[in-house]
T-cell receptor, first 106, second 109 residues
């Protein structure tokens, strides 16, 4: 079983700031997915990364997959209040990390 | 376009009672799964199914049963509810990506 560690667990920032959250494992993934979950709803897919070193951009969100495919990061530029939510990573073994709870204050 | 529908949205049970959480999808996905989400622990996989008639255990299967008689439906059964099963339960359909329902909030008293 591939265990996923997400950091930080909680993050509170002001609107307009940049941030990075991480998803790490001691095992190699064949793929990794990032989801965002808002209160009272199920997680919604943001991106899937499959290739070591891959970088994907989704508007202000930049996702990186480590060269060794053991880690991934999500960087948000100029955070907005609408980015508030729980950010989860999911490995190809269908195991989630515990998530990073992001709060963006106006 | 319903996607994944979970019922009920909320439920309160007494210890020892049984109940079934319903999950239906209209996307013709073979893969379906059930997760529970507890504070600070993310989502943990309970059971999953790769197609009708096929189910398998996830990380935390004890106390739960599933069946998959059709592609569309994947019910989760609690045989004898315990307070430790108080949680939010999510059903998902598909695996790349997974599409989630809005969850069932279950409280066991």
């Amino acid at each position: 079983t591939q265990l996923l560690e997400q950091s930080p667990q909680f993050l509170s920032i002001q609107e307009g700031e940049n941030l990075t959250v991480y998803c790490n494992s001691s095992s190699v993934f064949s793929s990794l997915q990032w989801y965002r979950q808002e209160p009272g709803e199920g997680p919604v897919l943001l991106v899937t990364v499959v290739t070591g070193g891959e970088v994907k951009k989704l508007k202000r969100l930049t996702f990186q997959f480590g060269d060794a495919r053991k880690d991934s990061s999500l960087h948000i530029t100029a955070a907005q209040t609408g980015d508030t939510g729980l950010y989860l990573c999911l490995n190809n073994d269908m195991r989630f990390g515990a998530g990073t709870r992001l709060t963006v204050k106006p | 376009n319903a996607g994944v529908t979970q019922t009920p949205k909320f439920q309160v049970l007494k210890t020892g009672q049984s109940m079934t959480l319903q999950c239906a999808q209209d996307m013709n996905h073979e893969y379906m799964s059930w997760y529970r989400q507890d504070p600070g622990m993310g989502l943990r996989l309970i059971h999953y199914s790769v197609g009708a008639g096929i189910t398998d255990q996830g990380e935390v299967p004890n106390g739960y049963n599933v069946s998959r008689s059709t592609t569309e439906d994947f019910p989760l059964r609690l045989l004898s509810a315990a307070p430790s099963q108080t949680s939010v339960y999510f059903c998902a359909s598909g695996n790349q990506p997974q599409h989630f329902g809005d969850g069932t909030r279950l409280s066991i008293l």
